[in-house]
């Protein structure tokens, strides 16, 4: 039986958003998965299939340095001497690289390193052009680390279709980038019209330790009746509470966040909230069923390290009473302005989004790079390009100049 490793040593919702690949490589062996211990317990119940290793990456801990030494060691070896017959090392970082040293460089695909040097996959090489020019985006992170395997699973089959499960609405309080979540009074705005719509639902309220000064200034913005209806779960749960309490939930209304992309994986239907540097093309919630109130401002998405120097415009939408009539089920005769409605959908590419409301300028480059893109995979075969400078945003020279991962180059 062939073995397969993912080295994913990011966070929360990128253990969630490597999904499809592990599903891929599921179907043709037994797969494991490495990732910081503190989200193990997670890994499992995301990706029941495999076997999980854990390591220090997130902090020393307990011990400090010579501890997390000791425990990466030992974990190192025994991935070591398994004899992978491919590892997929998703993150570049240095203990992402040093981890690929571990492997002969010709199963490691992603980031690994040659020589001593790093070195990028083509793939990876052409997604770090195409985040140049992020409103063309033309795969979600789910669809991109799939694709670093050949042929992955139909997205289809990645999450299951969401749909209400009667046990009300869910709202994650905030994300771990402040700009890319709602302030609470536009949060509790958003719930009060929620709520109304949904004709006083039960509401549960998700977050982290951190956050629970954040929930209780959020309750007392609050009316009566939406308190008495909600039971406050931040910093209160594990990740085995977590997912029991997502499920079965009628929506979750959320920013860009980890939790975001667990309701997602378990079919529970997410209302998100993006903005700032959020862009639902690339990390919007996967699968049917979804939908993405995405802000639209000539300078989104931005840097999140990058002061803001015009007020966080992009969050005017957010407080329009067109947006929150629409929340409530009372749309009227004008739509938000700068904000696009939009709901999920699947192609034979993978994930992308409809928009229902609002004008995507940008849509047609990016349809037709995401058509480049499903050619160079070869899941058909394009016509030709109507603006051939579509091209440069994915090839390079360098890319015919390095072999592929295996190959020895010539030179």
Same mark, same amino acid.
């Given at each position: 039986m062939q073995q397969y490793l993912v080295i994913q040593l990011a966070r929360f919702g990128d253990i969630v958003q490597t999904r499809r690949l592990v599903l891929t490589l599921a179907r043709r062996g037994a797969v494991h998965l490495c990732v910081d211990r503190t989200l193990a317990s997670l890994a499992r119940l995301v990706h029941p299939e495999v076997v999980v290793h854990e390591v220090v990456a997130h902090g020393a801990g307990e011990g400090g340095g010579a501890a997390m030494l000791a425990v990466n060691a030992r974990v190192f070896e025994t991935l070591r001497q398994a004899g992978f017959d491919e590892v997929y090392n998703l993150n570049h970082s240095g203990l992402n690289l040093a981890m690929s040293a571990l492997f002969p460089s010709a199963v490691v695909r992603g980031h690994r390193l040659v020589d001593g040097q790093p070195v990028r996959d083509r793939w990876v090489r052409m997604a770090f052009r195409w985040t140049t020019w992020r409103r063309l985006a033309p795969l979600n992170l789910v669809d991109f680390w799939a694709s670093l395997a050949a042929d992955p699973v139909p997205p289809g089959e990645v999450n299951p279709v969401a749909v209400r499960g009667g046990g009300g609405i869910g709202v994650v309080l905030a994300g771990r980038a402040s700009r890319r979540s709602l302030p609470p009074d536009v949060l509790a705005a958003c719930l009060r019209a929620v709520f109304e719509g949904m004709g006083g639902a039960r509401v549960v309220l998700f977050g982290s330790q951190a956050e629970r000064p954040l929930a209780r200034q959020f309750m007392r913005m609050l009316p009566g009746n939406v308190v008495e209806r909600t039971e406050d779960l931040v910093g209160r749960t594990d990740w085995a509470g977590l997912v029991d309490a997502l499920c079965g939930l009628d929506t979750v209304l959320t920013p860009d966040t980890g939790t975001m992309h667990l309701a997602a994986r378990f079919g529970v239907p997410v209302q998100a909230f993006f903005l700032s540097s959020a862009w639902c093309h690339e990390t919007g919630p996967y699968g049917l069923g979804h939908k993405v109130w995405q802000a639209e401002c000539e300078c989104l998405p931005c840097l999140e390290t990058a002061p803001c120097t015009i007020g966080v415009r992009c969050l005017d939408a957010? =407080? !329009?009473? /067109?947006?929150? =009539? &629409?929340? /409530?089920? =009372?749309?009227? !005769?004008?739509?938000?302005r700068g904000m696009m409605g939009m709901v999920s959908t699947l192609d034979t590419v993978g994930a992308t989004w409809l928009t229902v409301f609002g004008e995507d300028v940008h849509a047609p480059r990016r349809v037709a790079l995401r058509e480049l893109v499903g050619e160079y995979l070869g899941l058909f075969v394009g016509e030709g390009l109507a603006d051939a400078s579509l091209t440069e945003?994915?090839? /390079?020279?360098? !890319?015919?100049? &390095?072999?592929?991962?295996g190959q020895v180059s010539p030179c």
């Open positions: 957010f =407080r !329009d009473t /067109a947006f929150l =009539r &629409l929340l /409530a089920g =009372r749309p009227g !005769d004008m739509f938000p945003l994915l090839y /390079a020279e360098q !890319d015919w100049m &390095l072999p592929p991962p």
